[in-house]
């Protein structure tokens, strides 16, 4: 699911997620989300790499 749409459940995986990077930092997170505030999560996460991604449109193709 995006990180966006985020609620108890999603905020406390992300809290346990910080938790174990910090303890394998080999392990590589990924979070995706269209409308994510990257500060935010850099901030709680601290620096790391950003991969932006621009959208490829609908993926029904055009419906006319």
Known sequence: DEVHERDGLTDFL???MRDVLQRIPT???ILSSAAL???LFLQYFGSCPV???ESCGS???NQS
């Open 27 to 29: 392990l590589k997170l």
């Open 14 to 16: 992300l809290t346990k």
């Open 37 to 39: 505030d990257i500060n």
């Open 51 to 53: 991969i932006h991604r």
């Open 59 to 61: 993926l029904l193709g």
